[in-house]
């Protein structure tokens, strides 16, 4: 064996490689955009989730699992904004279903707004089914079924739902929807926390946090299949 090929059956483990690399000015540089971003993102994500975005609507759609102090502004809305129907959604109770006289949180929803004032020919519940996974989804199908097999002939609704969850709603809803129904957005202002400074409670940074992670998902996945 001669010597060529000695030097070509030789196995390499390093070699020389030259890489770009930033220089102090550009550090600086990256580390204030990226400064920037995270600020404007800070500053813009609660009013992006808490979106409001009503339309001309003859029907109001209230989520049932929402405190009773938002069902009272949820009261005020539908007075004021003239509606024909308030509709409640909302899933099986996920406590004292067994002791309640009402099994969904669509009835518990109503029946609150009856004691609240609302005469009862304007109230609606429209209960779903149970569901382990996407309850806003399916509450939202059962709202078009029910809307479809009604005497109403609703073209277009409000969604009145509470703070940063909606976004995901509305996005939800709109998927379900679609084109026979147009949908508008209606953020309610939240009880646990000041929502212009969210930041300042544990509950209003676990509620940013966790919708923006639960939105992010309901973009992705494939509401279709």
Not at 128 to 155: G, I
Request: aromatic share 14%.
């Amino acid at each position: 064996m001669t010597r060529g090929t000695i030097k070509k059956l030789q196995i390499r483990l390093f070699h020389r490689k030259e890489v770009w690399t930033l220089t102090i000015w550009g550090w600086g540089v990256t580390l204030f955009c990226l400064s920037f971003l995270a600020v404007f993102a800070f500053s813009n994500i609660y009013p992006f989730l808490a979106v409001n975005s009503p339309i001309a609507a003859d029907v109001l759609v209230v989520e049932g699992w929402m405190p009773d102090s938002v069902l009272e502004t949820a009261l005020a809305e539908f007075r004021r904004g003239q509606y024909r129907k308030l509709i409640a959604t909302g899933l099986p109770l996920r406590l004292g279903y067994h002791l309640s006289e009402y099994k969904s949180f669509a009835e518990l929803a109503a029946a609150t707004l009856i004691a609240l004032g609302l005469e009862k020919e304007y109230v609606v519940a429209v209960p779903a089914p149970n569901s382990l996974q996407n309850r806003t989804y399916t509450a939202a199908v059962a709202l078009k079924e029910w809307l479809l097999n009604s005497d109403l002939k609703v073209r277009a609704i409000n969604l009145y739902t509470l703070g940063p969850h909606t976004r995901r709603s509305w996005f939800i809803f709109k998927k379900v929807l679609a084109p026979e129904i147009s949908v508008g957005a209606i953020a309610a202002e939240p009880i646990d926390y000041n929502s212009q400074n969210w930041w300042k409670s544990s509950e209003g940074v676990r509620t940013v946090i966790f919708e923006t992670i639960a939105y992010i998902y309901a973009r992705l996945i494939n509401w279709k299949s």
